[in-house]
């Protein structure tokens, strides 16, 4: 059993956006790679959904939350990343999902005293498990699964 274990402590990674952060599991984020332009998807696709992004021989879905979230995006800046997250649900189709980052993320050490609900929160997006304080910085929680489920539907 590592230390981590036996603490009860996870290690998390906040991914910054233009307006706040998500929150992830250390281990559902595969590598975080610069922006670079996605492809055009064909057909009818939200507007959350940026296009069809390459990475190592995979088309993936490129996502951006803050448009998910009804916010605005802001300009992708030269400091633009890309977290190339596990899709959870072991789809062949679907092994990968990319989220837009402002700026490189942040790895953080998650103990239950150093993560508490948001005192104030309003109603949450359907892509949204939580919104939390880790370590004084507020943090939503993307619920990958629904995010996976809604792409499944879209052909890209």
């Not at 649900?89 to 948001?118: C, Q």
Request: charged share 20%; glycine share 6%; net charge negative.
């Amino acid at each position: 059993m590592s230390v981590a274990q036996a603490s009860g402590e996870v290690r998390g990674v906040l991914l910054p956006l233009q307006e706040g952060q998500l929150l992830l599991p250390n281990a559902a984020v595969c590598e975080v790679v610069s922006y670079r332009a996605p492809s055009a998807i064909e057909n009818d696709k939200p507007n959350w959904l940026l296009g069809k992004f390459s990475w190592r021989n995979n088309d993936i879905p490129l996502v951006s939350f803050e448009t998910l979230l009804g916010r605005d995006p802001g300009a992708i800046g030269h400091r633009a990343r890309v977290a190339i997250c596990n899709t959870l649900n072991g789809d062949e189709t679907l092994p990968y999902i990319g989220i837009l980052l402002r700026s490189a993320p942040h790895l953080v050490r998650i103990t239950e005293e150093a993560i508490a609900p948001f005192p104030h929160s309003d109603p949450l997006n359907e892509m949204i498990s939580s919104h939390v304080v880790v370590n004084g910085v507020e943090a939503l929680i993307p619920d990958l699964d629904a995010l996976e489920l809604v792409l499944t539907d879209i052909q890209f």
